[in-house]
């Protein structure tokens, strides 16, 4: 079946520190992935996606992810998260519809 | 260039009424797709229309339906609300032409059964 899944729910990190969000996917096409950010009473804001070809992709605000097939998986980081960044962030994948992970929620502690 | 557009962003309505949201999505997209997210259960694919068109579904019950227009703004309906279908409604617009195609939301719908 056809799934997303973002093993943290929760992360806390340090302004400044660096970040890293996993998310792996379950599908046996090629996926196209993205991530989302979701801040608090808001919809989604398109971060990053992966279609094909380089592994690692740039995104807005600093965020890169890197694309790992015999992992499947497709984890995003920053290397250095400021307090604005706290959000909750969503890993997809694309098969006619996306499918979501359950999100992670970052907490940026001053 | 305007982003995708829900209307209305806020609304409260009573068990057994129905509701009716709107999406113009992004200017030369033709596809809008909707998804509920509730704490509960995430994020979940409602629909997707395509040049007025609906062109995938879900695993929700008849009473959620949907329709999209000749210029591509869409609509979805609940009809008999239950108090399970208090969520955040979003659309989210793409070109639709490829599976490569960026997806774009909108801010949300906010629905409250009481």
């Known amino acids: 079946a056809q799934s997303v899944t973002q093993p943290d729910i929760h992360i806390t990190v340090s302004e400044g520190a660096s970040l890293e969000l996993r998310c792996n996917y379950s599908y046996g096409a090629t996926p196209y992935l993205f991530w989302y950010v979701q801040s608090p009473g808001q919809g989604l804001q398109l971060l990053l996606k992966?279609?094909?070809?380089?592994?690692l992709v740039q995104g807005i605000k600093g965020f890169e992810a890197e694309f790992k097939r015999s992992q499947s998986s497709f984890n995003l980081r920053k290397p250095s998260v400021h307090w604005s960044d706290a959000a909750e962030y969503f890993c997809a994948v694309y098969t006619g519809k996306l499918i979501f992970g359950q999100g992670t929620t970052l907490q940026v502690k001053p | 260039k305007a982003g995708v557009t829900q209307t209305p962003r806020y609304l409260i309505k009573t068990r057994g009424q129905q509701v009716t949201l709107s999406c113009s999505p992004i200017?030369?997209?033709?596809?809008v797709s909707w998804y509920q997210q509730t704490p509960g259960q995430g994020l979940q694919f409602l629909f997707e229309?395509?040049?007025?068109?609906?062109?995938n579904k879900g695993n929700f019950p008849g009473r959620f339906s949907g329709r999209q227009f000749s210029n591509s703004r869409s609509e979805m309906n609940v009809s008999t609300l239950e108090l399970g279908d208090s969520a955040l409604y979003l659309c989210a617009s793409s070109l639709g032409t490829t599976s490569g195609n960026t997806i774009y939301f909108g801010e949300g719908s906010w629905l409250t059964v009481v």
């Open positions: 200017s030369g997209h033709r596809s």
């Open positions: 229309y395509f040049s007025e068109t609906q062109r």
């Open positions: 992966y279609f094909s070809g380089d592994t």
